[in-house]
């Protein structure tokens, strides 16, 4: 997550992140500007959100695009035929 938060602010970062706590943790900057703690903290809390935005999408749109195939006339058993179950 750490890597993430980075990533979002700087997509160019060369960093090596020691720990997994963003508050203990030890990051080596290599040949990028350092980014604040502070920042990264905050900009964890915006990919988190935006990974639990992914997955909500991602059932709503495989719950939407089931219901389109029972609308198109195609039974559960054709259904899970086709995506696979």
């Not at 350092?34 to 495989?62: G, L």
């Not at 719950?63 to 179950?85: C, F, H, P, R, Y």
């Amino acid at each position: 997550m750490i890597i993430d938060a980075i990533l979002k602010i700087n997509p160019n970062a060369k960093v090596v992140i020691r720990g997994s706590n963003i508050d203990t943790c030890e990051i080596t900057w290599n040949d990028t500007e350092e980014i604040s703690k502070e920042d990264i903290k905050a900009m964890m809390s915006v990919v988190e959100q935006e990974k639990a935005d992914a997955e909500t999408q991602k059932k709503t749109d495989a719950s939407t695009g089931k219901q389109k195939l029972k609308d198109l006339g195609l039974n559960d058993a054709e259904i899970k035929a086709l995506m696979g179950v």
